[in-house]
């Protein structure tokens, strides 16, 4: 499996963005994508998630602000981005495992795009 994420930039507080994540390869044995970030000088933190069924789920500090969908068709995950703060800086990578995300820690991922740098500006 294979993911491309793309879509980061520079936006100013309050503004908005929606990153993507293209996939390709043997998808069907994927359970949960994914979307994670890693600010400088911190771990690499759950975001959101979203399951093969389309069930979501969010961390707590992007629940209300952030939405995480999927295109079957297109083989594409997405996140979009609202209400943005200068705190959702960082790296922002999607995932995608045969098993439910929030079962494993970050570093037992099995699949990794690389990361799209999201800068927020206050």
């Known amino acids: 499996v294979q993911l491309q994420a793309s879509g980061g930039g520079l936006v100013q507080a309050g503004g908005s963005l929606r990153l993507s994540c293209a996939a390709s390869?043997?998808?069907?044995?994927?359970?949960?994508m994914g979307w994670y970030r890693q600010a400088a000088g911190k771990q690499r933190e759950f975001v959101a998630i979203?399951?093969?069924?389309?069930?979501?789920r969010y961390a707590d500090s992007v629940e209300g602000r952030f939405t995480i969908s999927r295109d079957n068709v297109k083989n594409t995950m997405y996140l979009q981005m609202m209400s943005l703060k200068s705190e959702d800086t960082a790296v922002y990578y999607c995932?995608?495992?045969?098993?439910?995300?929030?079962?494993?820690?970050?570093?037992?991922?099995?699949?990794w795009g690389q990361g799209t740098l999201v800068t927020v500006s206050s």
């Open positions: 995932a995608a495992d045969p098993i439910d995300l929030l079962r494993i820690s970050p570093m037992d991922v099995k699949y």
């Open positions: 390869g043997s998808l069907s044995s994927i359970y949960s």
């Open positions: 979203i399951s093969s069924g389309g069930n979501t």
